[in-house]
């Protein structure tokens, strides 16, 4: 029976990373990641006051890929495994993430990129004061605009349009929001833009991009925006309003107010409940959350292409900066 | 905003009821066992091989779920430590904690998994790691 202990005295490289806003102090026994999570790391900036560790082995015996994922958690402890070689443990109250992987999951940066750093983070996040959001993220000369809606509302074919109409791109599907002493502050990851099979009729740039399928099973484009579409990236941004995507029948566009009560009740139904043992956590995002909630909220009613629905939305924030300017 | 909209999501199965909860009290330990399958709770509770570990003050939680939606591919079984944690995956669908810090037991049991083996073998090779 293979008996493996991630003894921190073998882990010989040792380093500090940022990830979506959260510090990160790395030990692993492999420099070949320690130079693949740096290059994804992220300079400090509005960093949440609380890291984790990640503390990783990698065991050169075993070069198998990355299996189909499954994950499973009790209490403050969850972990996630991705075929026999490749477990992830993660310990909530201690802020920390052990891992054992092949020598194939060591070098593959779009594992580490697009699966691993959100879904650590999506774990870690609420004990370090950081709440993801099931919403997309884009800038506009330093404001942020939150985009939320259910799946297949159109987040991410809205979030290419804008990016491609002069917006900065932070996220499209989760967006990691932290406090701080004057306001909020959302945090992207870098994962790539997951775009539906019918997106390649409004975007020439998915021309010769295929479809995988995804972590939840859904057939789908998996593309990195600045490559594909020539995006700007923004990693952070502080957040100005939330819009809740709603598509409709029938070309058309109408905005009317959203109460706080609502928005609070989609960010809270779009986060994770949490165990009774995590009380500390469940206390400190309920204060982010209710920061998000106090944004300036809309319904964003919409049907018509992406293209349309970019543009009806860049009127709107350029007026909303006016009444905030004026 | 509907009531599915409002819905929280249970990804990772932490929710499962537990109906069968015993408890039981030796001194100034105490071992309570919580699971969804009543013979896993029986066995669990009548088994030393716990009631052992239980030797602190405190006692011992055991959370055992039986995850009939899990997997069940797989026979190898692989234990990762690290400092009080430590984590024994059979196959891709059992895979059991134990805290030591905190004397949790927690766990999901495959359905090809029976709950004889559980204590007799893989509760045992978890904790005497």
């Not at chain 1, 987040?155 to 804008?162: G, I, P």
């Not at chain 1, 791109?169 to 909020?184: E, L």
């Not at chain 2, 939606?69 to 944690?85: F, K, N, W």
């Amino acid at each position: 029976m293979p008996f493996i202990s991630v003894d921190q005295t073998d882990l010989h490289y040792s380093m500090e990373l940022c990830f979506a806003g959260a510090a990160c102090h790395l030990r692993t026994n492999s420099s070949a990641l320690a130079g693949v999570l740096e290059g994804l790391s992220i300079s400090r900036g509005d960093t949440v006051p609380s890291g984790f560790d990640m503390r990783v082995l990698v065991d050169d015996s075993t070069d198998e890929a990355a299996g189909e994922p499954h994950f499973r958690g009790l209490h403050h402890l969850v972990t996630a495994s991705f075929g026999r070689s490749n477990v992830f443990m993660f310990d909530i109250l201690r802020r920390t993430l052990t891992a054992s992987v092949s020598v194939a999951i060591e070098r593959d940066g779009h594992f580490w990129k697009e699966k691993l750093i959100p879904i650590t983070l999506g774990v870690l996040g609420s004990a370090m004061g950081l709440v993801p959001v099931h919403c997309a993220c884009l800038e506009l000369d330093g404001d942020g605009l939150l985009i939320a809606g259910v799946s297949g509302a159109g987040k991410s074919t809205l979030s290419v349009a804008l990016s491609e109409d002069g917006f900065n791109y932070v996220s499209d599907d989760w967006t990691y929001i932290s406090r701080r002493a004057d306001g909020i502050v959302a945090h992207g990851t870098s994962a790539p833009v997951k775009l539906l099979p019918d997106a390649v009729n409004h975007f020439r740039g998915l021309q010769g991009h295929s479809l995988q399928t995804s972590m939840n099973g859904e057939l789908a484009y998996e593309v990195d925006i600045a490559k594909a579409f020539g995006a700007r990236v923004e990693r952070a941004c502080e957040p100005r309003w939330l819009v809740f995507l709603e598509r409709t029948q029938g070309v058309g566009a109408l905005f009317t107010p959203m109460s706080s009560a609502e928005a609070r009740r989609y960010v809270n139904s779009s986060v994770e409940r949490l165990p009774p043992q995590l009380y500390e956590a469940v206390a400190m995002r309920e204060q982010t959350i209710q920061r998000v909630s106090i944004l300036p909220c809309w319904h964003f009613r919409y049907g018509g292409t992406p293209q349309f629905a970019a543009k009806e939305l860049q009127e709107f924030v350029v007026q909303r900066r006016q009444e905030v300017y004026v | 905003m509907t009531q599915e909209q409002c819905r929280h999501p249970d990804l990772l199965r932490r929710f499962v009821p537990t109906p069968y909860v015993f408890s039981i009290c030796d001194g100034p330990n105490r071992l309570l066992v919580e699971s969804n399958d009543l013979e896993i709770a029986l066995r669990v509770r009548r088994a030393g091989v716990v009631h052992r570990q239980s030797n602190r003050a405190g006692g011992m939680v055991c959370k055992l779920i039986r995850d009939m939606a899990g997997p069940v591919e797989g026979s190898e079984m692989t234990i990762v430590s690290d400092g009080p944690l430590r984590v024994l995956y059979l196959g891709r669908g059992t895979l059991l904690f134990h805290d030591d810090e905190r004397s949790e037991l927690l766990g999901f049991i495959a359905r090809d998994v029976k709950a004889e083996e559980l204590v007799s073998s893989l509760i045992p090779a978890l904790l005497d790691a």
